[in-house]
T-cell receptor, first 115, second 110 residues
Framework: NAGVTQTPKFQVLKTGQSMTLQCAQDMNHNSMYWYRQDPGMGLRLIYYSASEGTTDKGEVPNGYNVSRLNKREFSLRLESAAPSQTSVYFC??????????????FGDGTRLSIL | KNEVEQSPQNLTAQEGEFITINCSYSVGISALHWLQQHPGGGIVSLFMLSSGKKKHGRLIATINIQEKHSSLHITASHPRDSAVYICAVRYSNTGNQFYFGTGTSLTVIP
């Protein structure tokens, strides 16, 4: 019963390096989300995908790109990492569509440090 | 601006106490979500509600749409309830997006 799986769990990058965070869900959910969590701040939405084939910007999209590869997978890419992107990143999914009030399910998070 | 305010920020309680955590928001919502973040960092959904009250075990969530306010209650608190409790709302005009409070850090002392 995997739910939402994120890889990697930890990563250290140097400024300017690129990296892709992977997320996969096995619950046949339509909607998927990428958030970042910083000390003293609530989770902030980076990008989301309401359904396969669509993506939309959230509150803090600058410096990131996403790909909804298929219904299961939603990846987040940092093209040129900056120290300000040091954070804990969470992927989440929810049924979406007509299941309007179903909750989000979260992955365990990726702790990313950029030096 | 969409804002979600939680209070208190930090809360320490003795085992067995009744606990209340509050969440207020600024404009009309279509749903409110209570989540629990464990000390290890994992986030678990507790409740999602758009009106009234929901109960699961020792946890009760209520929402007052007119007052733009929700509360999460924990009865007979236990040290294993120690966690950060997070409120998130989906505003009526923001479709699939959720906005999160900064969380309430709860410590329950034996």
């Amino acid at each position: 019963n995997a739910g939402v799986t994120q890889t990697p769990k930890f990563q250290v990058l140097k400024t300017g390096q690129s990296m892709t965070l992977q997320c996969a869900q096995d619950m046949n959910h339509n909607s998927m989300y990428w958030y970042r969590q910083d000390p003293g701040m609530g989770l902030r939405l980076i990008y989301y995908s309401a359904s396969e084939g669509t993506t939309d910007k959230g509150e803090v999209p600058n410096g990131y790109n996403v790909s909804r590869l298929n219904k299961r997978e939603f990846s987040l890419r940092l093209e040129s990492a900056a120290p300000s992107q040091t954070s804990v990143y969470f992927c989440a999914s929810r049924p979406g569509g007509r299941a309007f009030n179903q909750p989000q399910h979260f992955g365990d998070g990726t702790r990313l440090s950029i030096l | 601006k969409n804002e979600v305010e939680q209070s208190p920020q930090n809360l320490t309680a003795q085992e067995g106490e009744f606990i209340t955590i509050n969440c207020s928001y600024s404009v009309g919502i279509s749903a409110l979500h209570w989540l629990q973040q464990h000390p290890g960092g994992g986030i678990v959904s507790l409740f999602m509600l758009s009106s009234g009250k929901k109960k699961h075990g020792r946890l009760i969530a209520t929402i007052n749409i007119q007052e733009k306010h929700s509360s999460l209650h924990i009865t007979a608190s236990h040290p294993r309830d120690s966690a950060v409790y997070i409120c998130a709302v989906r505003y009526s005009n923001t479709g699939n997006q959720f906005y999160f409070g900064t969380g309430t850090s709860l410590t329950v002392i034996p």
